[in-house]
């Protein structure tokens, strides 16, 4: 069982940047894929980013490609995401996952969620 908790979400302006974190409660952190979703008001779930167990790869939704990226330090069990360049259709609820395997863009992939972190972006 991993219990995961994000944190760092906020209001910021456009073009402002944030970073995101999620800290796994779990002795192999290093075992797990890890991965960041939003879901926007009114829209379904969206994979954003995905990193492997030791970041060797590493996945994005197009529409972040540039501006976000996504880190982990497996020595203190925290996966970042570090988003710059923030527009306003970035504003969501931003979730971190985890799973045994990598994957990129699949969501029923993950086995572990953590509660979510609000992120919203003024134009």
């Known amino acids: 069982q991993v219990q995961l908790v994000e944190s760092g979400g906020g209001l910021v302006q456009a073009g402002a940047s944030l970073r995101l974190s999620c800290a796994a409660s779990?002795?192999?952190?290093?075992?797990?894929?890890m991965a960041w979703f939003r879901r926007a008001p009114g829209k379904e779930r969206e994979f954003v980013a995905a990193?492997?167990?030791?970041?060797?790869?590493?996945g994005y939704l197009d529409s972040v490609k540039g501006r976000f990226a996504i880190s982990r330090d497996n020595a203190k069990n925290t996966v970042y995401l570090q988003m710059n360049s923030l527009k306003p259709e970035d504003t969501a609820v931003y979730y971190c996952?985890?799973?045994?395997?990598?994957?990129?863009?699949?969501?029923?992939?993950?086995?572990?969620w953590g509660q979510g972190t609000q992120v919203t972006v003024s134009s």
């Open positions: 990193i492997s167990r030791y970041g060797g790869s590493r």
């Open positions: 779990t002795r192999t952190f290093s075992a797990y894929a």
């Open positions: 996952a985890a799973d045994r395997d990598y994957s990129v863009g699949a969501a029923p992939s993950y086995d572990y």
